[in-house]
């Protein structure tokens, strides 16, 4: 027996989003501490080099057809043909990806590709980077046809799951890179088979075929080549980019180096906590509004959602870049550091990711992806002659700034990129560019001001001690609440709400708490 496609509020949608990425936020750092200690700096920087490479190979590979993948299903959901026909490209996706780690020892490569790294463990990390993206795949089909409140559930469960292993494999002695490699893959085979269990008993799959000869083969695969093509490049470009950077940073700093400025990363990106629930949830709302040609709702989804997550992602990570020393301290622990300063840098990098993933999602819904080519184009060789100036050896002319000048240039580049991708969209929605750049430096710049002044009076409150350091952090972050809440409510268009709009809040709370809506029902209007 099939239920049908019972859809969730777009509000009870974004807050079960933004719980379970709370969750994950704690777990995340946990988990981070947990591994960071167990492997060193040296170990953590190489499994981060090479996860890394594989997620951007298969970002290349598969150049966002996956979106595809989302933004169609979204638009019509009863069209789930293309999930079968996407399970064949998939497979051919998972046989090039293998090949290429198996090709490179073949062939005596894998020194210069993978510099310093051992060909098992290659392997073993791109097995486990599939088994990741299709998990990925799992929960954009659930998504699209609005689960997302049971998949988020599905989603936590397996993560405390994946938590609880790791802590067990740490209290064992036995956490080093292969087990944590297969504690991943285990817990997204879980939630694979769970979420494919919830999808087959949903009506929208009930007589779907997968045999080859009864779906629409060619006419899918036309529609995902139209869509990904003109992303050949955009998708070249950001593989050549992200590759050129990690390579670099690994073939003249090492892997020590790469593991302070792989801590950094992944501590920023905890903190990201409503991008990632905003942005396949905006991708949708895109794709409807789009497919519905209802510019003006398209207006309100860009114009407000945008503007609230850069702030909310700014309030917690101008405060986090403040107090990098105390944090990084807290995760990884002393050998790490020396990750302090790279993650000063790199806290702002989740924050401007809010404009170029959002604002990106605008250009996927709606096919732009033509756009998203040329501005590859233009981005790839300034990006890898700012990394080599920064990052490569004095000899060559360059600074030698290692993890530091890396982080540099990833905030300077995101910040330039992610306005151009702006522009471009507030050119098509209507909208005022200039008064989004505006919003993202006035609201960076005030938080981490007063970070540094919160942190300034609770180091005099405590006492200025090296004793004192978790003290002033803390403290320091109860001032900063109220501070800002204060600011909030005195400014409320830091936040991209009128004043006018916070019975539209309370209205957005009440429909959360909703039964899911019929599938016939469309989804409320965002406020």
Request: charged share 15%; glycine share 6%.
């Amino acid at each position: 027996m099939t239920d049908p496609v019972a859809e969730d509020s777009f509000p009870k949608r974004l807050i079960y989003k933004l719980s379970a990425n709370v969750l994950g936020v704690f777990l995340s750092f946990f988990q981070a501490g947990m591994v960071s200690r167990a492997l060193g700096p040296r170990m953590y920087g190489d499994y981060n080099f090479l996860i890394n490479f594989f997620f951007q190979l298969l970002g290349f590979v598969e150049m966002r057809s996956s979106t595809f993948l989302y933004t169609s299903l979204s638009r019509h959901k009863t069209k789930t043909s293309i999930v079968a026909v996407y399970s064949y490209l998939a497979a051919g996706i998972s046989v090039l990806i293998l090949l290429v780690p198996v090709a490179a020892i073949m062939f005596g490569v894998e020194t210069a590709i993978w510099p310093d790294q051992n060909g098992f463990v290659v392997i073993l990390v791109a097995a486990a980077a599939l088994v990741i993206w299709y998990a990925d795949l799992f929960a954009k089909v659930c998504d699209a046809l609005g689960l997302t409140v049971s998949l988020e559930r599905t989603r936590a469960i397996t993560r405390i799951i994946l938590f609880v292993g790791i802590a067990a494999a740490l209290q064992w002695n036995a956490l080093n890179i292969q087990s944590y490699i297969t504690l991943q893959v285990a817990a997204y085979v879980l939630l694979m088979i769970v979420l494919g269990r919830i999808l087959s008993r949903t009506s929208a799959f009930a007589g779907t075929s997968f045999h080859p000869l009864k779906i629409d083969m060619r006419s899918t695969l036309g529609d995902v080549v139209s869509f990904s093509h003109p992303l050949f490049v955009y998708t070249l470009a950001a593989f050549v980019i992200e590759y050129s950077d990690r390579w670099v940073l690994q073939r003249f700093n090492g892997s020590t180096e790469q593991g302070l400025f792989s801590l950094a990363v992944n501590i920023g990106l905890a903190f990201n906590v409503l991008v990632n629930a905003l942005h396949p949830l905006v991708m949708r709302e895109f794709s409807v509004a789009f497919e519905q040609k209802d510019s003006e709702r398209a207006r309100r989804v860009f114009d407000k959602l945008i503007r609230v997550s850069y702030t909310i992602s700014a309030f917690f990570l101008c405060y986090a870049a403040v107090n990098a020393d105390g944090l990084v301290r807290i995760v990884g622990g002393q050998s790490f550091e020396g990750a302090a300063d790279v993650f000063a840098i790199m806290a702002f990098l989740p924050i401007l990711n809010n404009y170029s993933l959002l604002s990106a999602s605008a250009l996927y819904a709606s096919h732009r992806t033509r756009l998203l080519r040329n501005i590859g184009v233009f981005m790839t060789p300034l990006s890898i002659a700012a990394t080599f100036f920064l990052v490569g050896p004095r000899e060559y002319g360059a600074l030698n700034l290692g993890a530091v000048g890396l982080a540099l240039k990833l905030v300077m580049l995101e910040f330039l990129g992610n306005n151009i991708i702006l522009y471009f969209n507030c050119k098509m929605l209507n909208l005022h560019f200039g008064r989004h750049v505006v919003h993202q430096i006035w609201v960076a710049g005030t938080f981490t001001a007063t970070a540094w002044i919160c942190r300034y009076v609770a180091s005099f409150a405590a006492g200025a001690t090296a004793a004192n350091w978790l003290v002033v952090m803390l403290l320091g972050g109860f001032i900063y609440v109220g501070v800002s809440l204060v600011m909030f409510y005195l400014a409320p268009s830091m936040t991209g709400i009128r004043a006018a709009d916070r019975e539209d809040a309370l209205r957005l709370l009440k429909q959360a708490m909703a039964r899911p809506q019929s599938a016939a029902t469309g989804n409320p209007p965002i406020p």
